[in-house]
């Protein structure tokens, strides 16, 4: 597999896995990116799209890059069916990283009056985002007493030419470093690596406890180290390899307006009072890539958090009912789990073990085996065949969930649901699913009984 973003980059274009285009006409950064990748997804298309010429900046940009689980799986070197058991094999076997002592990263180092963000072809997307945003940042920070790395993708608004809002959301470990910095009265250091190989994005977006290091889970999952390399001018390591990085620090007690901004729920929630990164170098690859993830309620953005949520949930509910055989994240905050029932109750076992694994899990639904659950129409049957709603439906009032989730009340807190649609007590002494005998199926022929073209 490639070692870094470019690498990934050239391999997508060599085997076109899932399409790629390059495109040389050029686009502006203010919603022409965002109409392309809306037409195409209509059309049912994600191809990896390289714009060589972006208005106003020097840097190509790519899009779509981890769009379907077939390039992330590629990009990664696994089957796209084992891409679930590799992320697993990850969380489990992690590989620490090491430094390197120079980088290509650094090959053009910026500080001071000569930082400007206004260089970076940062993307507006929709009629009511605020500004333009970036996106496809990993924001790495460290926590102070422990030196734990944490990484996380965070949306960054960008606020002339240093400074950038950032989103935390409150139960996310990035979040915790920084109050418990605050607390102390102190500013958070922190890095943004732009332009990131898959096994790097699926890495920062593990889902794991607090002292679980995520640049291990990325070794795992490239199955060799990750080099890093010193920053210029904060206490952090970062990607040797990446496009872009910014160096800068979140401030204590700093809040400024931020967003609105398209989320990948499919809305703009209002504007809300965010801490701010302040920038103090940038530092980068000759001839950078920079890498753009299109908001809103497009498949990269489902994507890439559902790959690692998936075997998040899988090893979370399978380490409590090992009957749990499948998972499938159908919607935003929606899990669907498939098992083979052995003893009654095990389906809401398998839900709370869901609901603990993943503070954004709003929706649980729980099908017998024999139920495809990527297929919807069949989960909907098995809803409405194998469940009644006072007897298999709890609901879980006025929990922490998603800040994103418009419907919640006040913002952040929801109730949770969980619906138990397996067949009661079990699939076997339930009533009998129809079928015609199978001996019949296998002796009738169509092609005796109907012309061939009827
Ligand atoms: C493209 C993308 C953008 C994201 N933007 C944000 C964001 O703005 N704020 C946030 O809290 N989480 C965001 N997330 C989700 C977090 O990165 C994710 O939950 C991560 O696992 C959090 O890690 P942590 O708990 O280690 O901090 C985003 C995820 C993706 C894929
Ligand atoms: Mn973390």
Request: net charge negative.
């Amino acid at each position: 597999m490639g070692e870094d973003f470019r690498g990934f980059l050239k391999e997508m274009e060599e085997t076109k896995e899932g399409g790629f285009i390059r495109i040389r006409k050029q686009v502006d950064t203010r919603y022409e990116v965002a109409a392309i990748v809306t037409k195409l997804e209509k059309a049912r298309k994600l191809p990896l799209l390289f714009f060589e010429k972006v208005k106003d900046s020097p840097m190509p940009v790519a899009v779509n890059c981890y769009a379907t689980r077939g390039r992330v799986a590629r990009g990664i070197g696994v089957p796209k069916e084992e891409l679930n058991k590799r992320v697993i094999h990850a969380y489990e076997n992690p590989i620490p990283p090491v430094e390197v002592s120079s980088a290509p990263v650094q090959e053009v180092v910026l500080k001071g009056g000569d930082v400007d963000l206004g260089k970076l072809p940062a993307m507006v997307y929709h009629d009511t985002d605020a500004a333009p945003y970036i996106t496809a940042g990993i924001v790495l920070a460290r926590d102070p007493d422990t030196g734990v790395y944490n990484l996380s993708y965070n949306r960054l608004m960008v606020k002339g030419k240093d400074g950038l809002g950032i989103f935390m959301t409150v139960g996310k470990h990035l979040n915790a470093i920084y109050s418990k910095m605050e607390e102390h009265g102190r500013s958070l250091e922190v890095a943004v690596s732009i332009g990131n190989h898959p096994a790097c994005a699926i890495g920062a977006l593990a889902i794991g406890a607090y002292e679980e290091e995520e640049l291990g889970i990325i070794g795992g999952l490239k199955g060799s180290p990750l080099e890093m390399v010193r920053c210029k001018t904060v206490e952090l390591m970062v990607p040797a390899r990446a496009e872009i990085v910014l160096e800068g620090e979140i401030e204590a007690f700093t809040r400024e307006e931020e967003g609105p901004f398209g989320e990948f729920t499919g809305y703009s929630m209002p504007p809300g009072q965010n801490p701010v990164l302040r920038v103090k170098a940038i530092t980068h690859r000759h001839n950078p890539i920079y890498q753009d993830i299109c908001s809103g309620q497009h498949r990269e953005h489902l994507t890439m958090a559902t790959i690692p949520m998936e075997a998040n949930y899988l090893r979370a509910v399978k380490s409590a009912v090992p009957e749990v055989e499948a998972v499938q994240v159908a919607a935003p905050f929606t899990l669907i789990i498939s098992m083979k029932k052995k003893y009654e109750g095990q389906a809401r076992t398998a839900m709370l073990a869901a609901f603990n694994a993943d503070l954004y899990l709003k929706h649980a639904i729980v099908v017998d085996h024999d139920i495809d659950i990527a297929n919807l129409q069949q989960v909907f049957w098995a809803m409405a065949t194998r469940a009644q709603a006072g007897r298999d439906v709890f609901i879980i009032p006025h929990a922490r969930g998603s800040s994103l989730d418009p419907s919640a009340e006040p913002i952040g807190v929801v109730d949770k649901m969980g619906i138990d649609a397996t067949a009661k007590p079990n699939l076997d002494r339930f009533a009998p699913i129809n079928q015609v005998p199978q001996e019949v199926m296998e002796r009738i022929r169509l092609e005796d009984y109907i012309e061939k073209d009827f």
